[in-house]
């Protein structure tokens, strides 16, 4: 079965910093792709940044990275330069064709 | 191309009644996707289709739901006999596949079963 786990139900950083969101996984699938959504209070999924499994070098969006470590089934998120619009939740996902979510990271910037 | 629509954006409805919610997916994408989300979790996959082929479903969608796409365009969800434990955001993402750079969710129908 897969499953997605996001040990950090919280956390709070101040503007300009940067933080780390932990996402791990487990999957018997061969070929799938990963990916952070990031949901604002009240306001739709939208896609941060993916990864694709067979790829080893870690994506890229701006001041958002991931470390991608496949052996470990580990998947984090670096925000870098934290603002304020980067408050939400955030869920890791993973997935060939249906997507499995973790339960989420609140994230707060603080000003 | 406006992205994916769903409507309505809010239901309300009384325990037993049927509810349908509709979802227009981005036009290119052939991949229509059903998720559940209740407060504080992550979404729940339902179903989803390739076209108008219903592919998968989950084993949390139970016989009072039913979901459709008919010509491969836009999907219905119905629930019948609504229960409480129904209440929770139904989100519709499309895709025209991962390696596409993954799925575009609408913004969610919210059901509160009274």
């Known amino acids: 079965a897969q499953t997605v786990t996001q040990s950090q139900p919280e956390m709070s950083v101040q503007e300009a910093e940067t933080v780390t969101l932990s996402c791990t996984y487990d999957?018997?699938?061969?070929?799938?792709?990963l990916f952070w959504y990031k949901q604002p209070p009240s306001r739709q999924m939208i896609l941060v940044i993916r990864q694709e499994a067979y790829k080893q070098q870690n994506a890229t969006e701006n001041r958002f990275s991931v470390n991608f470590q496949k052996a470990a089934k580990s998947f984090s998120l670096k925000i870098s330069d934290s603002q304020l619009g980067d408050t939400a939740m955030y869920f890791c996902?993973?997935?060939?064709?249906?997507?499995?979510f973790g339960q989420g990271t609140r994230l707060t910037i603080n000003p | 191309d406006t992205g994916v629509s769903q409507d309505p954006r809010h239901k309300i409805t009384k325990r037993g009644q049927n509810v349908t919610f509709r979802c227009d997916p981005i036009s290119e994408h052939n991949r229509l996707y059903w998720y559940r989300q209740t407060l504080g979790q992550g979404p729940e996959f339902l179903t989803y289709f390739q076209n108008e082929a219903q592919l998968e479903k989950s084993r949390l969608l139970s016989d009072r739901f039913s979901a459709e796409r008919p010509k491969g365009s836009f999907s219905t969800l119905e629930i019948q006999r609504t229960e409480q434990g129904d209440s929770a955001m139904y989100l519709c993402?499309?895709?025209?596949?991962?390696?596409?750079?993954?799925?575009?969710f609408g913004s969610g129908t919210r059901l509160t079963v009274v």
């Open positions: 996902a993973q997935g060939a064709q249906k997507l499995v």
């Open positions: 999957t018997s699938e061969s070929n799938y792709y």
């Open positions: 993402a499309s895709s025209s596949g991962p390696q596409d750079y993954g799925y575009t």
